[in-house]
């Protein structure tokens, strides 16, 4: 990291002392100050951002880059949502709708936008799901409390005899049930499969029950640790083919269910699941290096419940603002745009993106950058952790110096920033498996901010960074609009940057290589095994 940091000083010390020579400040004023009030003017002059040239650089784009503008986009996606039953989930009406708006403002401003057509498989919850004891005694069990869906079941209403599979009850246990046939062994079919987390993925035991007859399958938490008791947001994965509903319950729940003898249980699933496919929106410059391409994403649809105006409207939109305003620019690398759907469902639509790209268009993809909520309304300044100091899993090479580049804008701003982990949570994750440097920003989601985030950020403690993620209240109110402009200006900044030179990352590749001459770069990433717990928002395992 200090490495990189060194090589950023050069350039960032001529833009500080430009900045520092053009604003003649006749009071004794940091460089940070000069920066933040430069970046977030006031008042902005309604010729300056016209001419391409101020759009070009690192210094003048983030001026460019106005929240209130930002917010039109916003209002636009919120609108939308209100017109179609409250949301923009991919497959359904107010996407279509949020993809159209995006092509036609592309496409207002000159660019040639590709509408990419994939397959995804649609879930969507349509009621809160019923599960009931039958036998020896009736008993109704508590929706979100006792248990929920996993996404992906299958809609149905099945009853049977509950039979454990391979459960393993002690305090520090090792799970393995239901991750291999063998373990449903002698399984009478008909009958509802409890199986405990652990070592695999959910879909995997899924479908193993599905497979030995079972007509419902019930997963409950591991309990090997206190945080893996309770209920979480899991998936069977966009592929599940098991054909039967799934529930997650909690580990009492599912000790309590293994020990009672002759126990039938009754499952209702309220879901709609079926096959239909999305879009993604791709543009580009018309200037730059299409073998040295600097790409930038972020995901288009919200989740069912709502109209995602943070998750992701806050990405969305300073992504198409940032296009608008480098209609005119002049990078030396193009600047790749893109708008992915079903990241909702599980990075369906980066996923199969980068799986259909051909080695070569691959490659010339030097870095991708993700922009997945910005604008949380409790919000922190979260970084990916590129180089892997913060939490030890390191980006493939190029993703250090990334990192530091977005360090130092915060920096340069006088603004604290953290690193947040590499979870694949977001539409960086194919990208990253396939050994290409990523990097971007995050404002926090359902985690609970500390004391110490507090101290940093400002905000409430113990608060979660986005209390309406995922939910029907992340509306327009739902953002902080100095995050909101800070981030923006950040992607910005970066992406100027790396559009102009991205010798930052290529000096990390070339050292990579050089460390391991036997294997390329890109290599080294993909022969690497990730344990890999989320792919998307979701658990899947």
């Given at each position: 990291?200090?490495?990189?940091?060194?090589?950023?000083?050069?350039?960032?010390?001529?833009?500080?002392?430009?900045?520092?020579?053009?604003?003649?400040?006749?009071?004794?004023?940091?460089?940070?100050?000069?920066?933040?009030?430069?970046?977030?003017?006031?008042?902005?002059?309604?010729?300056?951002?016209?001419?391409?040239?101020?759009?070009?650089?690192?210094?003048?784009?983030?001026?460019?880059?106005?929240?209130?503008?930002?917010?039109?986009?916003?209002?636009?996606?919120?609108?939308?949502?209100?017109?179609?039953?409250?949301?923009?989930?991919?497959?359904?009406?107010?996407?279509?709708?949020?993809?159209?708006?995006?092509?036609?403002?592309?496409?207002?401003?000159?660019?040639?936008?590709?509408?990419?057509?994939?397959?995804?498989?649609?879930?969507?919850?349509?009621?809160?799901?019923?599960?009931?004891?039958?036998?020896?005694?009736?008993?109704?069990?508590?929706?979100?409390?006792?248990?929920?869906?996993?996404?992906?079941?299958?809609?149905?209403?099945?009853?049977?005899?509950?039979?454990?599979?391979?459960?393993?009850?002690?305090?520090?246990?090792?799970?393995?049930?239901?991750?291999?046939?063998?373990?449903?062994?002698?399984?009478?079919?008909?009958?509802?499969?409890?199986?405990?987390?652990?070592?695999?993925?959910?879909?995997?035991?899924?479908?193993?029950?599905?497979?030995?007859?079972?007509?419902?399958?019930?997963?409950?938490?591991?309990?090997?640790?206190?945080?893996?008791?309770?209920?979480?947001?899991?998936?069977?994965?966009?592929?599940?083919?098991?054909?039967?509903?799934?529930?997650?319950?909690?580990?009492?729940?599912?000790?309590?269910?293994?020990?009672?003898?002759?126990?039938?249980?009754?499952?209702?699933?309220?879901?709609?699941?079926?096959?239909?496919?999305?879009?993604?929106?791709?543009?580009?410059?018309?200037?730059?290096?299409?073998?040295?391409?600097?790409?930038?994403?972020?995901?288009?649809?919200?989740?069912?419940?709502?109209?995602?105006?943070?998750?992701?409207?806050?990405?969305?939109?300073?992504?198409?603002?940032?296009?608008?305003?480098?209609?005119?620019?002049?990078?030396?690398?193009?600047?790749?745009?893109?708008?992915?759907?079903a990241e909702e469902a599980g990075l369906v639509g980066s996923?199969?993106?980068?799986?259909?790209?051909?080695?070569?268009?691959?490659?010339?993809?030097?870095?991708?950058?993700?922009?997945?909520?910005?604008?949380?309304?409790?919000?922190?300044?979260?970084?990916?952790?590129?180089?892997?100091?913060?939490?030890?899993?390191?980006?493939?090479?190029?993703?250090?110096?990334?990192?530091?580049?977005?360090?130092?804008?915060?920096?340069?701003?006088?603004?604290?920033?953290?690193?947040?982990?590499?979870?694949?949570?977001?539409?960086?994750?194919?990208?990253?498996?396939?050994?290409?440097?990523?990097?971007?920003?995050?404002?926090?989601?359902?985690?609970?901010?500390?004391?110490?985030?507090?101290?940093?950020f400002g905000g409430d403690v113990d608060v979660a960074f986005?209390?309406?993620?995922?939910?029907?209240?992340?509306?327009?109110?739902?953002?902080?609009?100095?995050?909101?402009?800070?981030?923006?200006?950040?992607?910005?900044?970066?992406?100027?940057?790396?559009?102009?030179?991205?010798?930052?990352?290529?000096?990390?590749?070339?050292?990579?290589?050089?460390?391991?001459?036997?294997?390329?770069?890109?290599?080294?990433?993909?022969?690497?095994?990730?344990?890999?717990?989320?792919?998307?928002?979701?658990?899947?395992?």
């Amino acid at each position: 990291m200090t490495s990189a940091l060194s090589k950023l000083a050069p350039g960032i010390g001529a833009l500080a002392i430009s900045l520092s020579v053009s604003a003649a400040p006749t009071t004794q004023t940091s460089t940070d100050d000069l920066l933040d009030r430069f970046w977030s003017p006031d008042h902005l002059s309604p010729f300056e951002c016209r001419a391409g040239i101020l759009n070009s650089t690192p210094l003048g784009l983030p001026r460019c880059m106005r929240v209130e503008n930002m917010m039109h986009h916003q209002d636009m996606f919120y609108a939308i949502a209100q017109a179609n039953d409250g949301n923009r989930a991919a497959g359904l009406p107010g996407y279509d709708a949020t993809v159209d708006y995006v092509r036609t403002t592309l496409e207002s401003a000159g660019y040639d936008v590709t509408v990419q057509t994939f397959p995804f498989t649609a879930f969507y919850p349509v009621a809160e799901g019923e599960l009931a004891a039958l036998a020896p005694a009736p008993q109704t069990y508590v929706w979100n409390e006792d248990f929920t869906y996993l996404s992906q079941t299958e809609p149905g209403d099945v009853s049977g005899t509950v039979v454990p599979v391979d459960l393993m009850l002690v305090d520090g246990n090792a799970s393995t049930s239901g991750c291999e046939a063998e373990d449903f062994a002698g399984f009478p079919a008909g009958s509802i499969a409890l199986v405990q987390r652990g070592a695999c993925n959910f879909g995997l035991k899924a479908e193993n029950a599905a497979a030995a007859g079972a007509t419902g399958v019930i997963i409950f938490n591991q309990g090997n640790t206190e945080d893996r008791t309770g209920l979480i947001n899991a998936t069977l994965g966009e592929a599940y083919s098991g054909n039967v509903p799934v529930f997650f319950a909690t580990y009492d729940n599912g000790v309590s269910w293994s020990q009672t003898a002759d126990l039938q249980l009754n499952m209702v699933s309220n879901v709609v699941r079926e096959q239909t496919e999305t879009y993604n929106v791709i543009t580009e410059t018309r200037r730059g290096d299409g073998d040295n391409v600097v790409m930038v994403g972020a995901h288009l649809d919200s989740v069912f419940e709502g109209a995602g105006i943070n998750d992701n409207g806050s990405g969305s939109a300073a992504l198409l603002e940032m296009a608008l305003q480098m209609k005119r620019a002049y990078p030396r690398n193009k600047v790749r745009f893109a708008w992915w759907g079903a990241e909702e469902a599980g990075l369906v639509g980066s996923t199969w993106y980068v799986n259909q790209l051909s080695d070569e268009a691959k490659e010339q993809i030097k870095v991708y950058l993700n922009f997945d909520m910005i604008a949380s309304p409790n919000f922190g300044y979260f970084i990916y952790d590129g180089d892997g100091s913060d939490f030890g899993l390191e980006g493939p090479p190029g993703s250090a110096a990334t990192e530091a580049l977005f360090e130092k804008y915060f920096e340069l701003r006088g603004l604290p920033s953290e690193g947040t982990e590499i979870s694949f949570r977001s539409d960086y994750a194919q990208f990253f498996t396939d050994g290409i440097p990523f990097g971007g920003l995050f404002t926090g989601a359902e985690v609970l901010k500390t004391e110490e985030q507090a101290a940093k950020f400002g905000g409430d403690v113990d608060v979660a960074f986005d209390p309406c993620y995922h939910a029907e209240c992340d509306d327009i109110t739902n953002l902080d609009e100095r995050a909101f402009e800070v981030n923006a200006d950040a992607t910005a900044f970066v992406t100027s940057w790396l559009s102009l030179s991205t010798r930052l990352i290529d000096d990390e590749i070339a050292a990579a290589e050089e460390a391991e001459p036997t294997a390329g770069a890109r290599a080294l990433s993909l022969e690497q095994g990730y344990d890999i717990t989320h792919w998307g928002k979701h658990w899947i395992k």
